[in-house]
């Protein structure tokens, strides 16, 4: 069975800093791609970051320079650590992967940003 559990999410004041941390089983993690998507009320889910097996990483625009997303594969889990957060950042983000010809999601984790 696969799994992936979320957490780090909370309440933060604009300029502040939070760090999700996304830990997975029943993967070999080492060679799986991973992804932070985000919700926001009443919008799509989107991609915010993406780290490979090879450690190269992706980033949407609007959160370059501010998100830096990485693995440590001997724990298992991938991490986001999020600075200068803004308003716009609120949303529920959930860690992603495909194994095995499925796709998997953890349940969430509410970031919330207040101006």
């Known amino acids: 069975q696969v799994y992936l559990v979320e957490s780090g999410g909370g309440l933060v004041q604009a300029g502040g800093s939070l760090r999700l941390s996304c830990k997975a089983s029943?993967?070999?993690?080492?060679?799986?791609?991973m992804y932070w998507y985000r919700q926001a009320p009443g919008k799509q889910r989107e991609l915010v970051a993406t780290v490979p097996s090879g450690n190269s990483t992706d980033y949407v625009d609007s959160v370059k320079g501010r998100f830096t997303i990485s693995r440590d594969n001997g724990r298992r889990t991938m991490y986001l650590q999020m600075n200068s957060l803004i308003p716009l950042d609120t949303a529920v983000y959930y860690c992603?992967?495909?194994?095995?010809?499925?796709?998997?999601w953890g349940q969430g984790t509410q970031v919330t940003v207040s101006s």
């Open positions: 029943g993967i070999n993690f080492s060679i799986s791609t």
């Open positions: 992603n992967t495909n194994w095995r010809g499925r796709t998997y």
